[in-house]
């Protein structure tokens, strides 16, 4: 099948980048939500933003982890083709562990509550 | 009929934001499905690849503005505090749920879980318009990276639900109302009609 695009197909390197960026930031975002739910002075730290609490800085922290890891990540990678079939296994499971991590009964199964 | 200020933005929050981000992503789906897998008959030409390409980046913008409307004005009047001896809770939809063993749990699980799962969504969307951006057509060719993209779709549509579902609930138990008021439309009654 051809493509008015054409050309070669490009590297996936810089695809695997993006993908693998934003399961560590939704991983991130898991692990900041139970610390800041888990230690009231973790989610005092968090409070960049009174009237949204530590949610502003658990958001605003995945956020940048996120696009630094995504940045950092095209540098390596750009140009390059990856085994991107561990990179989606790696970042499924990283997807998977941060939507639990944010899941309130898992969180207080994990803090013992 | 009137609305008050904090009523229409958690409309135009959930009703407008949610509701027309869960309807694009479907189609942000079904336009992917149908030119990027190997059984497409589709070739996209360069104007249509540009075409869904903005359309993807304006479903990741709808995800961006509604998660940020709900954290940053509708979330703080959820979650306000009531000054020392108010008993009427109803402008404190935290509060007023928390009061109440029957509905303690619409707070502690569904808003908890809202605040922090609709995030995935834009950032999922975000990495699902780069993608189509970069590579197009091609993704037939990469199956892999194909899987990442339906996949990130997937995931944004779950965490748009979930997010949506308990907006919807949480504002029939405890509705976030509050500020001035403003009249949409006079009544007939009114005028002694």
Redo the contacts between chains.
Sequence with gaps: ?????GGA??P?G???A??L??AI??LV??IL?LAA?AVTAVGGLFNI?N???P??G??SI??LV?LVAWWVLSRLWAGRNVE??R??FL??AM?AA??LL????F?DLLQGK | MDITVRDAVTVVHGMFFGAVLLLTVSAAAMGLYATCT?T??W????AQ?RCLSLYLAFVALLAWIAVLLG??AV??WY?AHPPAGVTDLSGYPQRLLMSNPSTTAWH??GM??K???A??AP??L??VA??FA?????L???Q??R??VF??VA?AFL?ACVAGFFGAMLNKYAPVRGGSTMVLMHSQAAHGE
């Design positions: 099948m051809g493509s008015e695009l197909v490009p996936n810089a695809g695997a993006a993908v960026g934003a930031g939704g975002l898991g939500a739910d933003w009237p949204t609490g949610l502003s658990v958001t995945a956020i996120w991107l079939r990179v989606n970042a499924a997807f941060g939507l944010t899941f309130p009964p969180m | 190997p497409s008959h070739t996209l030409s360069p690849h954290a940053y979330y703080p979650r502690d699980i908890e879980w605040e922090h799962v995030w995935f950032i999922s975000t990495v780069f993608l970069r590579y197009g057509h091609h037939y060719a990469l892999s990276l899987r990442a996949s990130l995931l965490s």
